[in-house]
């Protein structure tokens, strides 16, 4: 059992590897809205005075994410509201100009296996690093100083398939055409690990990637673990693997109801799996008992639950799922996928309050 304050680093590294350690790490994210609202409700500050007050245990060194035409934003009309956008992925979408949201995907311009062939796969092989590497040395830099868990971050391939083609043209391919998706793949995650291996070399060092990209829906995967594991998985795993090789973790984040894929990631050798969408029936409590041997959790404290206000059933669910992941040493504090503007200020420093009581081992 730890007995002092670990660094930010050794904490989340011991999770990681579910041994002993002081407290859970915590790390989190915000919409603009909500801080937005916090202020009006009392916060003094910003998003990076509730990372302090959080103790944020993680930071970022960089973010990867392949495009075919860098730079590019073309506006084709707009109103007062909203801008209907052709961006650097060549697909046309409606987005808001004045808070977040989902874009309404209006049209999506690599719609055949030719198109790909011609247009896209040439332009991205041709488009350079999409990282900026003099960033991510000092951040890097910054965060071995500080002794921050670094991470390096971005996509990974199935999600840039899916901002390429959309859901529809890229599942359906990989029912009708799956050696197309396995190109796409193929081709991202080599581009990916180039952007890694670029910022390495030049001495952005890291304890860990961490990869985003969403393999599910409220009910289920987009695919089946066969069709995952045959199409997308070999890639997933190069890249669990090269962070592996370069003395780094690897963290996965994904939303929707992937217990269906859980072997899988074990199979690969993921460390942590983020940020467990628990309205989507990922829970923590089920899932640890079961993997929690081999594979760390991120995440998984409801925001609707958080939404209502009702301070029973937040530190219910709070104090809960902390037990259940911290019974394993193999867990770390995350919302769900992000708070949003529904969770009052109040609500978030009890939750604050909550982790304090509950999370110290």
């Not at 035409?69 to 506006?75: A, K, T």
């Not at 690969?268 to 309205?279: G, L």
């Amino acid at each position: 059992m730890a007995t002092c304050e670990l660094t930010s680093r050794a904490r989340m590294t011991r999770m990681l590897e579910r041994r002993d350690h002081d407290r859970i790490p915590r790390s989190d994210a915000y919409w603009a809205e909500t801080i937005a609202r916090w202020q009006s409700e009392g916060l003094d500050g910003d998003a990076e005075t509730v990372c302090r007050m959080l103790g944020n245990d993680v930071s970022g060194v960089c973010w990867t994410w392949p495009v075919p035409f860098p730079g590019r934003e073309e506006i084709i009309s707009e109103d007062d509201r909203t801008k209907v956008v052709r961006g650097s992925m060549g697909k046309i979408e409606r987005l808001w100009k004045d808070k977040s949201g989902t874009p309404e995907h209006i049209t999506f311009d690599c719609d055949s296996r030719a198109k790909w062939e011609t247009v896209y796969k040439p332009a991205l092989l041709s488009s350079g690093l999409s990282v900026q590497i003099d960033g991510a040395v000092n951040a890097a830099t910054k965060a071995d100083a500080e002794q921050t868990f670094s991470t390096m971050r971005g996509i990974e391939s199935f999600e840039a398939i899916r901002q390429l083609c959309g859901d529809v043209i890229s599942l359906s391919a990989m029912a009708e055409d799956p050696d197309w998706v396995r190109d796409m793949s193929v081709t991202y995650t080599n581009l990916i690990i180039t952007d890694l291996e670029a910022v390495f070399d030049a001495g952005g060092r890291a304890d860990a990637v961490w990869l985003f990209g969403d393999l599910g829906y409220n009910h289920g995967t987009f695919f089946s673990p066969s069709m995952y594991r045959d199409i997308i998985w070999p890639d997933h795993k190069r890249l669990s693997d090269w962070a592996h090789a370069h003395g780094m973790k690897f963290l996965y984040h994904t939303d929707g109801d992937v217990r269906g894929l859980i072997d899988l990631f074990v199979e690969a050798k993921f460390d942590c799996i983020q940020p467990m969408e628990a309205k989507a029936k990922m829970d923590v409590r089920q899932l640890s008992p079961v993997y929690g041997e081999k594979l760390s959790f991120f995440g998984n404290i409801d925001m609707t639950v958080a939404g209502c206000g009702n301070r029973d059933e937040l530190e219910h669910e709070v104090r809960t799922k902390l037990e259940a992941g911290m019974g394993r040493r193999g867990y770390a504090y995350h919302s769900d996928h992000s708070v949003p503007p529904t969770v009052s200020w109040g609500t978030y420093q009890l939750i604050l309050e909550l982790l304090d009581r509950y999370g110290r081992y």
